[in-house]
């Protein structure tokens, strides 16, 4: 909040935060360095630039902006998402114990489990959207708490700053994937976070065309030994890929008020829509975790999920039948997604397991794009139509 009176607002370092005018040429955008190593005047003696592995000019400009966004200090950018999650974990040590939300990114279930767990890692999964529960987690030492906010699928609401608070009193840090909402809607650092990762593959890139990550912490501590370990074990992003970010992070702002926009929209059209069972959206007064929702982020954001009055069967035929709403995995581009997670991203879960979390079988996610709300509310208009005739 501080820093929003002192320095330029969020918009303008979303625009300029890191980046200079090129040196050399007065390029006014970040040139992507095309280069693997950087010549020296004598031996060790350069310009800060040795091998583009540990460092590239394009990546550090990435670096500086992505910081800035979050109100970080440090920040490491790294070449998917799973690739940051990599290099937190490597930097734990094995026989870290880490409690998790049960409501986790399925490709981060699995590099916990199908990866750490066989280095020695311990992963315990619970409710964190009951903070007594992680408490009572944390009776047994762990290192970190992991949690997204909101979850996916069912946009579950955590309390950034009560699992802060639970978890440094039993000496454990608390990470936040802060993939859904973006540094736009919710910086966690602000509410007591030491750790924020992302898949910049989402909002950030914004345009579905690059994968990357970032990690990013105020702890020097940290934030040095990521950035070593990022170069040490490789998973780095090239120049192409930061630029692309780079560049889709110049419109983060506007983006994110039109993703906004057109889910709240689309949630009104679908509450009062008959074959709608139920609708997921922090936004919404009923949603159990609204006031937290609203205390930390500025608004709901663009991911929504809906419970279709059918079957598993309704649901798949619901999602083939959207023209502009594409039928994909992945989220937080400029154009709309829609996927049917009984069927596609949460498969593997036992149907009887599924539907003990609170997943049912016509449930659908959408990932609202900035396309006209009128078309996007015609295309689901036709969908209905044809599954339900
Ligand atoms: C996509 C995603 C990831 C993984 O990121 P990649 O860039 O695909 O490696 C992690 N967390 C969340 C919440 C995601 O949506």
Not at 296 to 314: F, K, N, Y
Request: net charge negative.
């Amino acid at each position: 909040m501080d820093r929003e009176n002192k320095g330029p607002g969020f918009g303008t370092r979303a625009i300029h935060a890191g980046q200079e005018p090129d040196p050399t040429t007065g390029a006014i955008m970040t040139p992507v360095y095309q280069t693997s190593t950087y010549v020296q005047d004598a031996p060790a003696e350069h310009k800060g630039y040795v091998y583009a592995r540990g460092d590239n000019p394009t990546r550090r400009a990435l670096e500086g902006c992505l910081a800035s966004l979050e109100g970080a200090r440090f920040c490491t950018s790294t070449s998917s998402g799973l690739g940051a999650e990599s290099v937190i974990l490597t930097a734990m040590g094995t026989g870290a114990r880490v409690i998790a939300g049960k409501d986790l990114y399925g490709g981060t279930y699995r590099l916990f489990e199908r990866v750490f767990r066989d280095l020695g890692f311990e992963f315990e999964y619970v409710d964190t959207t009951n903070p007594d529960r992680v408490a009572a987690a944390l009776e047994k030492p762990a290192a970190m708490v992991w949690i997204e906010t909101p979850t996916n699928p069912l946009l579950q609401i955590n309390d950034i700053a009560a699992l802060a608070d639970v978890a440094h009193a039993r000496d454990a840090r608390l990470l936040v994937d802060n993939t859904f909402a973006s540094p736009c809607l919710q910086r966690p650092l602000e509410h007591g976070a030491d750790i924020v990762v992302h898949s910049v593959t989402k909002y950030l890139g914004g345009h579905s065309d690059v994968v990357g990550g970032a990690v990013l912490t105020n702890d020097e501590e940290l934030g040095d030994k990521y950035a070593k370990l990022a170069n040490w074990t490789g998973p780095v992003p090239g120049p192409w890929d930061a630029f692309l970010v780079l560049r889709g992070l110049k419109t983060l702002h506007v983006r994110m008020e039109r993703h906004c926009d057109n889910a709240e929209r689309i949630v009104q059209w679908l509450c009062s829509h008959p074959r709608v069972g139920k609708v997921y959206y922090p936004g919404l007064k009923d949603h159990p975790g609204h006031d937290v929702a609203m205390r930390q982020m500025s608004r709901a954001g663009g991911m929504l999920s809906m419970e279709l009055a059918g079957s598993v069967e309704d649901g798949k035929r619901f999602c083939s039948s959207t023209k502009i709403f594409a039928l994909a995995e992945s989220l937080g581009g400029v154009e709309s997604l829609i996927e049917h997670p009984p069927s596609m991203t949460h498969a593997s879960i036992p149907a009887e397991e599924r539907r003990k979390a609170g997943m049912a079988d016509g449930l659908l996610r959408l990932s609202v794009g900035i396309e006209d709300v009128d078309d996007l509310i015609a295309d689901l208009d036709q969908a209905f139509a044809i599954t339900f005739g």
